[in-house]
């Protein structure tokens, strides 16, 4: 019996990662006259992954990581303007509408009363609020949860600290790595409605435990009824 829906954010209830792919674009075009784009490309996400720990996810730790990068490759010669060009890059993802996935308002509108409904997703504290606000969706949730990272032991002190049983959780999101495995991982359920982009460091390999994948969110409720 699943008594809380957790609903992932990013590339689940709203469009996220085309905008960083853009925006990796755009950086690429920057730094054109210093290097090729593929070798751009993997030092960008060198530098993001050498980040994490220190900065943990979102737009913020991103612009970091492009300046850093931007830097490196340049061995310093990049100028003022271009450095500003990098922040507004930023700070126009920062600012951006949110853009509601297919469904996703009704799904929510269709499960209020019949379960508990949380928003459980990574990332920057005070993006992800403004992004929740701005997207019309808040008052569907009973619960919002940012964490650092969503793996098995996150998922083990939410679900501990409010006293949900495994068994009766339901994630969904878009990713199989942070959505997926560690709540199957822990025995609770888990549903994944893919996204087209997935960021190289959402991927996994190998093979993989069996999972419902939904084609969009409308098919929610119903999936939810049948036995
Ligand atoms: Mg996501």
New binding site residues.
Partial sequence: MIRVIAF?????LWH?EIHFRSTEAAFRELLRPYHDEAWIDARLFETEMRNLRRYGYGIKAFMLSMIETALELTEGRITGPEIQRILELGQDMLARPVELLPHASDCLRALSGRCRLWLL?KGDLLDQESKLARSGLGDHFEEVVVVSEKDETTYRDVLDRRGVPPAEFLMV???VK??ILPVLALGGHALQVP?PETWIHERVEGELPRFPVLEHLGLLPAWLETP
């Fill in positions: 992932d954010a990013d590339d689940t996220n997703t999101g878009n990713s942070s959505d996204y």
